[in-house]
T-cell receptor, first 113, second 115 residues
């Protein structure tokens, strides 16, 4: 069955430092992949999405993600983290059939000043 | 409206009580989804509507859960005889297409606590 795994439950970075969040998927074909962010008490906001083509995709709020088929990975990156980036980040991908998304368990990002 | 609106934001129910959670999607959005997010977990799919048709309800955990979207706009998720394991945030999302880019817009959710 398709799955999306986020190996890191918590990550802490200093403000201004770079960020990398990991996501691994298990699919046969090229998957659709998404990164969402959820601030406390809020719904999920789409940061970026990958369907095909260029393996580096740009998103909102200065985020980008790199798809690597050889590693079954879809890493989210940001060159310089701001305190307002503290939130929970979810990687997601659709099930093979239908419109529903499968989400990873999430990575909580803490930003220290 | 400008976004997906869910009400109430918070609901405390006594075990055994019935609850109804409302979702107002973005006007004109064809697809509507319900997800359940337990504490410390990612959202889990519950059900999917395309207009008024419920095309997928495979994620509903039991027959106590029921969802409807009678006129293809507002949707209600009803939980009968609530149990403690139903405590979670219930997220609604809508999308302008019936399939494709999965660029859902999520609401802020309803946090249900069953005591």
């Amino acid at each position: 069955a398709q799955s999306v795994t986020q190996p890191d439950i918590h990550i802490t970075v200093s403000e201004g430092a770079s960020l990398e969040l990991r996501c691994n998927y298990s699919y046969g074909a090229t998957p659709y992949l998404f990164w969402y962010v959820q601030s406390p008490g809020q719904g999920l906001q789409l940061l970026l999405k990958y369907f095909s083509g260029d393996t580096l995709v740009q998103g909102i709020k200065g985020f980008e993600a790199e798809f690597k088929r050889s590693q079954s990975s879809f890493k989210l990156r940001k060159p310089s983290v701001h305190w307002s980036d503290a939130a929970e980040y979810f990687c997601a991908s659709p099930r093979e059939y239908g419109n529903k998304l499968v989400f990873g368990a999430g990575t909580i990002l803490r930003v220290k000043s | 409206g400008a976004g997906v609106s869910q009400s109430p934001r918070y609901k405390v129910a006594k075990r055994g009580q019935d609850v109804a959670l409302r979702c107002d999607p973005i006007s004109g959005h064809v697809s509507l989804f319900w997800y359940q997010q337990a504490l410390g977990q990612g959202p889990e799919f519950l059900t999917y509507f395309q207009n008024e048709a419920q095309l997928d309800k495979s994620g509903l955990p039991s027959d106590r859960f029921f969802a409807e979207r009678p006129e293809g706009s507002v949707s209600t998720l009803k939980i009968q005889r609530t149990q403690q394991e139903d405590s979670a945030v219930y997220l609604c999302a809508s999308s302008p297409r019936d399939r494709g880019d999965y660029g859902y817009t999520f609401g802020s959710g309803t946090r249900l606590t069953v005591v």
